[in-house]
């Protein structure tokens, strides 16, 4: 889990023994109930990917409570939303498979849970159709799951959910910088 950089940072702070012990007894590579309740629970995280030469990029990810799913101990998906059609992360997953997920829960009783893995975009997966509004579904395989201290995350409460997460059998409701002069002509149509 640990290479050269994160090693001289634990022995030059002297932190090598607790790091090894963090490894021993919280990492694992298989969700577990636990960790499939966390995530289900939440309506976003954060995904980290590089592109092919490792340029970073982090994303929001947002979407109802449990549009992020454990599907088996060795996979999770969520699902693809319309957007602003850059396709940042996505298209970088095309070039560099390897992701960071951060899961956050920030309310009294704040949880973290990091995921290290690789993923794939797929567009034609059975499971699309009983997601409300996604265009492309998106594979993880686990490396590393490991939760992370919550001791700095603030207790912050949800005051109303987004009014574009996607519902069944609604028509979507589009933002309204799609219809600005600046891009009205260059926005594709929705898929599905």
Not at 34 to 41: E, K, P, T
Not at 113 to 142: C, E, F, S, Y
Request: aromatic residues 10%.
């Amino acid at each position: 889990m640990y290479h050269e950089g994160n090693r001289a940072l634990q022995d030059a702070f002297g932190s090598r023994a607790l790091a090894d012990r963090l490894d021993q007894k919280l990492r694992r590579d298989l969700f577990n109930e636990d960790d499939a309740a966390f995530i289900g629970s939440l309506g976003f995280f954060f995904l980290a990917t590089a592109d092919a030469q490792g340029r970073p990029d982090c994303s929001f990810k947002g979407g109802p409570p449990g549009f992020v799913r454990v599907a088996t101990p060795d996979l999770l998906v969520f699902p693809d939303y319309d957007g602003n059609g850059m396709f940042r992360s996505l298209g970088n997953i095309g070039v560099n498979p390897y992701v960071g997920i951060l899961f956050i829960a920030m309310g009294e009783a704040p949880k973290r849970l990091r995921v290290n893995g690789t993923a794939q975009v797929v567009g034609d997966d059975p499971l699309m159709a009983a997601i409300p509004g996604a265009q492309l579904l998106v594979k993880v395989t686990p490396a590393d799951i490991f939760p992370n201290c919550p001791r700095y995350v603030p207790n912050m409460t949800l005051v109303e959910p987004s009014p574009y997460l996607p519902e069944p059998d609604a028509a979507p409701l589009e933002p309204k910088w799609k219809s600005f002069e600046s891009f009205s002509d260059v926005v594709p149509p929705r898929r599905r």
